[in-house]
């Protein structure tokens, strides 16, 4: 039996889907060195992956979502250098910033427990 998603988890799994769509399109903003091409289409890749799972989670309650969180923290973790790299414009750091943050709530969401309500 499927249990529905939570409020929360619906929210972080939206969020998911939002964060993986902006992977999709840093392909197509990138000017090659901010991030370089070949980050951008990793990123481009993993949410294109991402979202495919965001679509099957969404129509199948009971699907995990274990591949889907690893995918979008795989994501977070290309941002990383950013915040070690020198040259890396500030815009850029602040992308990589919220983009890292946006992740983990994403992840916690989308990772808390569903309730199953049961009736006599």
């Known amino acids: 039996m499927n249990v ?3 409020h929360a988890q619906q929210s972080g799994l939206a969020l998911l889907g ?3 769509l902006a992977d999709i399109a840093l392909l197509f903003l990138t000017n ?3 991030p370089p091409y070949s980050v951008a289409a ?3 890749v993993l949410g294109l992956a991402s979202m495919l799972l965001v679509v099957k989670a969404f129509r199948d309650p009971g699907r995990p979502i274990r591949l889907l969180v690893g995918l979008r923290v795989l994501s977070a973790l ?3 250098p950013a915040f070690f790299l020198t ?3 500030g815009p850029a750091r602040l992308a990589a910033a919220v983009t890292v943050v946006l992740t983990g709530a994403g992840v916690l969401l989308a990772g808390s427990p569903r309730t199953q309500v049961v009736t006599p």
């Open 42 to 44: 990793l990123a481009a």
């Open 78 to 80: 290309t941002n990383l």
């Open 4 to 6: 529905p998603y939570t």
């Open 18 to 20: 939002l964060l993986s």
């Open 32 to 34: 090659g060195e901010h």
């Open 87 to 89: 040259g890396v414009p």
